[in-house]
């Protein structure tokens, strides 16, 4: 496969044939946790707060899977644009290598410490029995999601976005087929509640691990993925990390967030714990659509700055932002427009539900600011500088916000959490403005 056309194609259809599959690529990645919260949400509504607890554990390892994947993206782009095909061949084996070990790892320690992170948030025994129910088996498959995540990253930065969003959609249809059988007993299954859910999950994961190795037997991939690639060199592994770790804190960053929101709303009431929960799978769908089209510019990117096409690159971010503005606007005329049956996919008490629409209209308000911080970040790993990006959403999602929401929730009450949300991303879209500019001016002229 001829990787020239991402030196060569107009900037605009380009970013588009790259963004618009990886857009509903990630609408779909978000869907999987929407889809167990409305199923889960029937069991009842302590099911429901059980998972919203659980639920920042899970988008911790995907933010590891996804961090990692970036560097390998990253890597592998750049010596495809460079012209240095063995060194890209060496980083797509050995980073596969290294993701199986990550998820063996996190499995271990996921399974293992989830009593206890469960207790920290909660006394309630039976909330805990619940959360344990869902994590003990949906983190089983922690090898199955590291390497699905691995060779998405790899489809991606050799251009096959059309092969990525084809295997996540067998996946989520496996899922979404799977949720309502194995949790509430059909066709002749077990009933098995949230284990159930935590099943079908995993058992979607798999069919799109398994769909990404039957794409590449069907139509290999211009990197090889031969053993005699695996390369544990210390200049190839310094690479992948020192994109791939600011790029796993950067997706982990939201997880610690909502642990600390939890915790300050946990002192207010259970009920505010499902709404920031339910937000949180809720903003996943505008985020993730948004980040379709990161993932899509960030190997154009990574293979411009390559090959020394710096005023493409330009063009790009450019074009990037634009479109993820126009996202981030649906978000919020979705947040006026429809919130309360938004809000009634997770829950059907009234009272929550007013809560949570409440908690829309005000968190709404900062998604336009956040165009900007998603863009530059973005952007700026895909050109190799993970710590800048770090800055960025360290600004975004613990420095600015977790004060910001402890302070505010002493005089507004629980709102003064969901405040804090449009102030951080005012105050760090100017922070991330001044820090694109920058690099710019040195390294984009």
Not at 72 to 83: D, E, F, Q, S, V
Not at 272 to 287: D, E, N, P, R, S
Not at 334 to 362: W, Y
């Amino acid at each position: 496969m001829d990787n020239n056309f991402m030196r060569e194609k107009k900037i605009l259809p380009l970013v588009i044939s790259m963004s618009l599959p990886m857009v509903v690529s990630m609408a779909v990645n978000s869907l999987y946790n929407i889809v167990d919260s409305y199923f889960v949400a029937k069991i009842s509504e302590d099911a429901m707060t059980a998972l919203s607890l659980v639920y920042p554990v899970q988008s911790l390892m995907t933010a590891i899977a996804v961090g990692f994947g970036i560097g390998m993206n990253a890597r592998i782009a750049y010596c495809l644009g460079a012209g240095r095909k063995k060194e890209a061949d060496e980083a797509a084996v050995t980073g596969l290598l290294l993701s199986a070990v990550h998820g063996v790892l996190l499995m271990i320690i996921c399974i293992f410490g989830m009593r206890w992170f469960l207790s920290l948030y909660t006394d309630n025994e039976e909330l805990i029995e619940m959360g344990l129910a869902y994590a003990n088996r949906a983190f089983l498959f922690s090898v199955v999601i590291m390497l699905g995540i691995s060779l998405e990253k790899v489809f991606q930065a050799v251009g096959r976005m059309n092969s990525t969003m084809v295997c996540m959609l067998l996946g989520f249809i496996t899922n979404i087929v799977l949720d309502p059988i194995m949790i509430f007993g059909l066709l002749g299954c077990p009933k098995m509640g949230m284990s159930g859910a935590a099943y079908a999950t995993g058992i979607g994961q798999s069919v799109t691990l398994l769909a990404y190795v039957a794409a590449l037997i069907i139509s290999p991939l211009p990197v090889s993925f031969s053993k005699r690639n695996i390369s544990f060199n210390k200049e190839l592994m310094k690479k992948l990390y020192l994109v791939g770790i600011p790029a796993s804190l950067n997706m982990a960053l939201p997880s610690v967030l909502i642990s600390s929101l939890n915790g300050i709303l946990a002192a207010f009431s259970d009920k505010y714990v499902l709404v920031l929960g339910a937000y949180y799978k809720l903003q996943t769908f505008i985020y993730l659509s948004a980040n379709g089209i990161i993932q899509g510019i960030r190997p154009l990117v990574s293979f411009n700055y390559g090959a020394g096409e710096n005023g493409r690159v330009r063009k790009i971010f450019n074009t990037s932002l634009a479109l993820t503005s126009g996202i981030m606007a649906l978000g919020v005329a979705l947040s006026f427009i429809i919130p309360d049956k938004m809000i009634g996919l997770f829950t059907e008490n009234p009272d929550t539900v007013q809560i949570g629409v409440r908690a829309l209209h005000i968190i709404c308000t900062g998604f336009i600011f956040s165009a900007m911080s998603v863009t530059c970040c973005g952007v700026l790993e895909a050109l190799g500088k993970g710590l800048e990006s770090l800055i960025i959403s360290f600004s975004r999602y613990a420095m600015i916000i977790i004060p910001a929401a402890y302070v505010l929730s002493k005089f507004l009450g629980a709102q003064g959490v969901f405040f804090a949300f449009p102030v951080a991303e005012g105050l760090t879209a100017v922070a991330s403005f001044f820090i694109y500019q920058s690099l710019r001016k040195k390294e984009l002229k």
